[in-house]
């Protein structure tokens, strides 16, 4: 017999024949050969013992008996010279020496070496250091086979339970995420189906590690949050022993509330009545998920304040500017109901908004705009409440100033009394300049005077120095010192000629008026002495 290794494969060439001879049955001249097909085995195939008397007699029955290693292992009685056994060898326990006997006479022995149709699988774990969780785990089932034409099948045991593996995986078996459920002593079974052979591996024991700690939610400040108060929540993880990139979620009633992050730990924000609920975190790395415990968080309402009404370019406005009427509180849960009036009852606007103030428009104000306004306030917490009331004054610019006389044509009479009167279409509370010849006239000198609105201006005697273009201009003052102007048209006034005579009379009279109170003053003088003199004569 000879057997040699090619390509790692284990060749046996068989002898057809081993013949032993030795005497045989009661007679001196009977001779016993034994031989073996094949010598060296595979295990699972046939083993032929045949056992041969070389003399005897025919009419004589004989006991053929088989052995292996001094062991009977089958017998019976025949009366041919030549008895064959077979036997299936299972293992390389089968292998020893053999030989038979016949009624006492005994062969030589035949060594029989079984040899392996494969060799007991070996279990390799990929990686072999350290298996964190997440970490893809491959476990190869090595067996060695004696010819290449053997076909194995493999099966995957954990803790004595097969493991379910895809029918063309060989032998391989890969945990894609390994996770602390799937430690355990692993083993892996090499199995022929043709010769009902099978072989088993040693224990190879797989722990695997805790990539990273479970997280813990936490929340700071601790106790009742109210709403506007600022928050933090923290997802710690107090071990990386894998030193995995770790990515954090956090979750509101089991939806997120923000991206995953690969830095941020926390999220910290202004708590609203909304944000109550439950909460939890997770963590992600190295194909890990862990999630955290949960946290109930109830976030209490704040009554809302009383409101206040400002109006941003101030309470005196331009026709035809916008107005921003704006309504703020200082405080209170969200949302807030606002409401805008004009008047006591006169609804303009309402809006239910999630901002501590809001801003009602009014895109042109108009003189009807005019008036008193107040705002209203409330939430879920709080009843309506009213702000302080504030009056806007709409002011009109002046236009279209117009000039008119109170006389007839424009040629005044000497002394006559000449009435301006200046007009305008519209303004606020216009005020009028006065002028001569484009020279501003000063109220209250002794020929002319203004009225107290300033739209009257009264020539008291038209003389000769009366005489010009007049004009008027009316000026009203609007937001930020702005100052509207309009001015009228000119008219000429000019003085009506007289005769020569008429001028001498004219200019007489005061001398006569001034002579005839010197004369009656001194009439008077006269008769109070003579009256004197009388009573000193009595």
């Given amino acids: 017999m000879s057997c040699k290794t090619t390509s790692g494969m284990l060749q046996v060439s068989v002898p057809l024949i081993l013949l032993n001879l030795a005497l045989c049955g009661n007679t001196q001249a009977g001779r016993v050969a034994f031989y073996v097909v094949p010598v060296s085995p595979l295990e699972g195939e046939t083993l032929e013992l045949n056992c041969q008397c070389q003399y005897y007699y025919w009419w004589t029955k004989q006991d053929f008996t088989f052995y292996r290693n001094g062991k009977k292992i089958h017998s019976m009685k025949s009366t041919t010279d030549e008895?064959?056994?077979?036997?299936?060898?299972?293992?390389?326990?089968?292998?020893?020496?053999?030989?038979?006997?016949?009624?006492?006479?005994?062969?030589?022995?035949?060594?029989v070496q079984v040899q392996e149709r494969f060799a007991k699988p070996v279990l390799r774990v990929e990686p072999a250091a350290e298996v964190f969780e997440g970490l893809r785990v491959t476990l190869t089932c090595i067996a060695r086979r004696a010819r290449r034409s053997?076909?194995?099948?493999?099966?995957?045991?954990?803790?004595?339970?097969?493991?379910?593996?895809?029918?063309?995986?060989?032998?391989?078996?890969?945990?894609?995420?390994?996770?602390?459920?799937?430690?355990?002593?692993y083993a892996c079974e090499a199995i022929e189906t043709n010769s009902d052979l099978w072989k088993r591996s040693d224990n190879v024991h797989i722990s695997v590690k805790e990539a990273f700690a479970v997280p813990k939610l936490t929340v700071y400040p601790e106790g009742q949050l109210v709403d506007g108060q600022w928050f933090k929540l923290m997802c710690l993880v107090e071990e990386n022993l894998s030193e995995a990139s770790l990515r954090y979620s956090f979750y509101r009633n089991g939806i997120p509330i923000q991206s995953p992050s690969d830095h941020s730990n926390s999220i910290s924000e202004p708590a609203r009545p909304a944000d109550s609920g439950t909460y939890h975190c997770e963590v992600t790395g190295s194909k890990v998920r862990k999630r955290s415990n949960q946290l109930h968080l109830s976030i209490r309402r704040i009554p809302v304040s009383k409101p206040e009404l400002v109006i941003q370019s101030g309470k005196e406005l331009i026709e035809g500017d916008m107005a921003s009427l704006i309504c703020s509180v200082s405080n209170?849960?969200?949302?807030?109901?606002?409401?805008?009036y004009k008047g006591s009852s006169v609804e303009l606007y309402w809006e239910l908004?999630?901002?501590?103030?809001?801003?009602?428009?009014?895109?042109?104000?108009?003189?009807?705009?005019?008036?008193?306004y107040h705002c209203s306030v409330r939430n879920e917490v709080t009843g309506p409440l009213h702000s302080e009331d504030i009056e806007i004054t709409v002011i009109v610019p002046v236009s279209d100033a117009v000039l008119?006389?109170?006389?007839?044509?424009t040629e005044i009479q000497p002394g006559d009394r000449l009435v301006l009167r200046c007009?305008?279409?519209?303004?606020?509370?216009?005020?009028?300049?006065?002028?001569?010849d484009n020279v501003p006239l000063r109220n209250g000198s002794a020929s002319s005077h203004v009225t107290a609105d300033g739209g009257e201006l009264v020539i008291h005697s038209f003389r000769r120095d009366s005489v010009g273009r007049y004009?008027?201009?009316?000026?009203?003052?609007?937001?930020?010192?702005?100052?509207?102007?309009?001015?009228?048209?000119?008219?000429?006034?000019?003085?009506?000629?007289?005769?020569?005579?008429?001028?001498?009379?004219?200019?007489?009279?005061?001398?006569?008026l001034f002579a005839g109170l010197i004369a009656s003053a001194w009439f008077i003088h006269r008769r109070g002495h003579t009256g004197s003199d009388n009573e000193q004569k009595n």
Avoid: M
């Fill in 83 to 111: 008895f064959s056994y077979r036997i299936k060898v299972k293992s390389t326990d089968d292998s020893g020496l053999y030989s038979c006997k016949i009624d006492g006479s005994e062969s030589q022995h035949v060594h």
């Fill in 150 to 185: 053997i076909w194995l099948h493999y099966t995957f045991y954990r803790d004595g339970s097969a493991l379910e593996t895809a029918p063309d995986a060989g032998g391989v078996y890969t945990i894609n995420a390994a996770a602390a459920n799937v430690s355990g002593n």
């Fill in 332 to 340: 209170g849960s969200l949302p807030i109901y606002y409401q805008f």
């Fill in 353 to 372: 908004s999630n901002s501590t103030k809001l801003v009602y428009n009014i895109e042109t104000i108009s003189r009807k705009d005019k008036g008193i």
């Fill in 404 to 409: 008119i006389p109170r006389t007839n044509g």
């Fill in 423 to 436: 007009l305008v279409r519209e303004g606020t509370e216009p005020q009028f300049i006065w002028y001569r």
């Fill in 471 to 512: 004009h008027c201009a009316a000026i009203n003052t609007g937001t930020d010192g702005t100052i509207f102007n309009v001015t009228s048209d000119y008219i000429e006034f000019t003085l009506r000629a007289r005769s020569y005579s008429t001028e001498i009379a004219a200019s007489l009279v005061p001398v006569l």
